[in-house]
């Protein structure tokens, strides 16, 4: 059985962490102009990380490969689209357009989409350790199992108070 998604990439670049971290300090969520460009500076310095090319970020409900797809990243014009920001979102499409700049050998779409789950939830999880596992446990992160990260803050919290001598 593989480990879970986001334990499956051990060794991400350091430099694309520390960019993550930075972007998740900046707190962008929602769908405004700031959201919008913390989200492609993300890509850029990403991109650069990696290199390969830039892609385009869109961040609207109303845009017609959004309503046709959803969060998608559209390989004929390299664009991510997104219906709203998300870390895990934004870093998920950004590896597709990895996997297409670099023809990374995946055989199958469910491949591709194993692939691309499995570098964003780890990504996120390395940048934003707390964050993850806050929203883990809360059930806010999909193919992230909510009952084993709220086991490990059971513990941790029980960790915590028996540390603390009991009160």
Do not use: C, K
């Amino acid at each position: 059985m593989p480990a879970p998604y986001e334990r499956r990439y051990r060794h991400i670049d350091r430099r694309a962490i520390h960019t993550t971290r930075l972007l998740v300090r900046t707190r962008p969520w929602g769908r405004d102009a700031a959201a919008l460009a913390s989200a492609r500076t993300w890509a850029s310095r990403v991109a650069e990380v990696y290199g390969i090319e830039v892609p385009t970020v869109i961040i609207d409900r109303r845009h017609p490969d959004f309503r046709l797809f959803g969060d998608s990243y559209r390989p004929m014009n390299r664009t991510i689209v997104l219906g709203t920001f998300s870390v895990v979102s934004l870093a998920h499409e950004f590896r597709h357009h990895w996997q297409q700049q670099t023809g990374a050998h995946l055989t199958t779409r469910a491949d591709a989409e194993d692939d691309a789950r499995a570098w964003s939830l780890s990504l996120f999880r390395a940048a934003a350790p707390r964050r993850f596992a806050r929203m883990a446990a809360a059930g806010r992160i999909h193919f992230v199992d909510a009952g084993e990260w709220r086991r490990r803050a059971g513990r941790a919290i029980a960790l915590a108070h028996a540390l603390e001598g009991g009160r």
